[in-house]
């Protein structure tokens, strides 16, 4: 029956669909992305961009990706970073190392912290909120993008607390913002094999929402490229669609959507399943395509330079990508998987410009910033 249905699509009438922001079914999104030109879809998502970005600005951010602790028990099959713990290398980042890391951060230009770690099992809710108060207490100027739904999730459960007393309670303390990280692919079948001491992908959508109630921003992300189906990347853009169309009325909800691919250098899904990221830079463009396309109420879409390289994520900008994320004064987590590109403020605007567009600085909730005149420029030192 399906495919059926499937030849009887027009692509046509699919773009003109997309066009007219209507929500593409799972069928129509992967019939698109497995049967339409690259060149056409770019135009469809390009025209979307335009629409919904009228500015026409490429944004993109300084930050550092700071972690609280490398220890945790969610034991990702896909990631070098964590610790077990009691390990030798496990650490519980003091204060004294936040207050070398954000004046440098300040120094480059930054005011935001993106504050993540593992899934520590004896870091309850105190200890974030006493953080979160200290570090405010010290910069009342730093936005903290902070934690995720799975921290949050573990959270709950050392507690023994919802989700919206948790999200209440960070968010009293000085959280900002919330990222979209542990979205991996949002089934549960990938989960199980992937990420499966994390919390289930309907837990990563309901924190979502309790955060939009409490009228917290929040991105979304999908890590792809590993173990999941093409139709699985559908279903995960339907959800956070859906998602976002619940948020209230006063909240912003997701204000970003980011997808990256699956690194796989040493990881263990590598080395012990031999899974390996065989994702090309076209297939990533596509994606990137088919996200503006299925997501016609997320306004931004960031293409990931980090994992894809400054190539690709360029031609994603003619794509329906209108975000070129971070410079990463700091990130640990996915570079240990292999990512191995990296940008300063000056290159990241250098490549921006190199693809036809202007660039512009901004803060977490895409409001523009101008420029520090003090600001130094980077030594990548990672």
Known sequence: MRKQKLKLMNLADLY???????FLSVDEGVFLFEQAPLTELMLVADELRKKQVPHGKVTWIIDRNLNTTNVCVANCKFCNFYR???????????????????????????????????????LGLAFYTDLFRQLKQLYPN???????????????????????EVLLALKESGLDSLPGPGAEILTDRVRRLISKGKCGSQEWLDIMHEAHKLDITTSATMM???????RERFEHLEKIREVQSRKPEHAKGFIAFIPWTFQDVDTLLARIRGVHNLSTPEEYIRMIAMSRIMLPNVKNIQASWLTVGKQTAQICLQAGANDFGSIMIEENVVSAAGAPHRFTSRSIQEAIREAGFEPQLR????????????????????
């Open 142 to 164: 730093v936005k903290l993008h902070a934690l995720g739904p799975p921290e949050v999730a573990h959270i709950c459960k050392l507690e023994k607390m919802s989700h919206r």
């Open 84 to 122: 077990i713990p009691g390990h030798a290398e496990a650490y519980i980042t003091d204060i004294e190392t936040y207050k070398q890391k954000i004046d440098e951060t300040i120094r480059y230009g930054g005011e935001q912290l993106l504050l993540q770690g593992g899934h520590h099992p004896e």
């Open 363 to 382: 803060n977490q909730q895409y409001e523009f910033r101008a420029i520090p005149e003090t600001m130094e420029e980077q030594v990548i030192n990672y």
């Open 16 to 22: 003109q669909k997309a066009l007219n922001f209507e």
């Open 224 to 230: 792809f490229g590993h173990v999941e189906t093409v």
